[in-house]
């Protein structure tokens, strides 16, 4: 009797510990999967776990300023404008740059506005800083935006002596700000003029 005893004792005793055993492994097992997903979760990258991608980033639009005149005659006057375009609408208030030219073909240069900058009461102040370049600062005293369009127009006399075949006039150090004084990009695009005898 006492050996039958016994002997249910230890097979009750040997199913309570495989129970505890199987319940460990299973809280083992849990406790894994937890630990790697939540190093799944926090090693993912942003976009991953529902934030928003980086924004895309996008070209900026440039600004273009270019010459625009045909030809002239060697010993006569030719009218030569500066044209703007390709802008953001209400982007551009005070431009200012230098206007470069051969100063053994052309020379008197005079400049004006035209009507784009009266209609954002602007004007036009320039200088002879040299033979060959004229320094322009197109401006006014608010805020208001140039449109897009033919800015001003210069005039040369081209010289009697000038031989006949292309000049260059470029726009050079050119800068452009928008009503809160932030710089715009911008873009010069050149120009060769044709001189015909």
Known sequence: MTNINAGTKTEASN????????LVIILGMVAIILVGGAYVIFNREPAEIGQPAPPIEVEKKSAIFSVVGEKGKAGESIEV?????????????????????????????????????????????????????????IFGLNQNNIENGNLMEINFKIKSAAQAGTSLISIEQLLAVNGQAIEVQTKAENKDIEIIK
């Open 15 to 22: 199913k309570k510990n495989n129970k505890n055993l199987i």
């Open 81 to 137: 404008g500066i044209n703007l375009e390709n802008q953001t609408e209400g982007n551009i208030s005070t431009i200012e740059f230098v206007v470069s030219y051969d100063k053994n073909v052309f020379t008197n240069p005079t400049v004006k506005g035209t009507e784009i900058l009266d209609k954002s009461s602007k004007q036009v102040s320039y200088n002879v800083i040299e033979e060959g370049k004229i320094k322009v600062v």
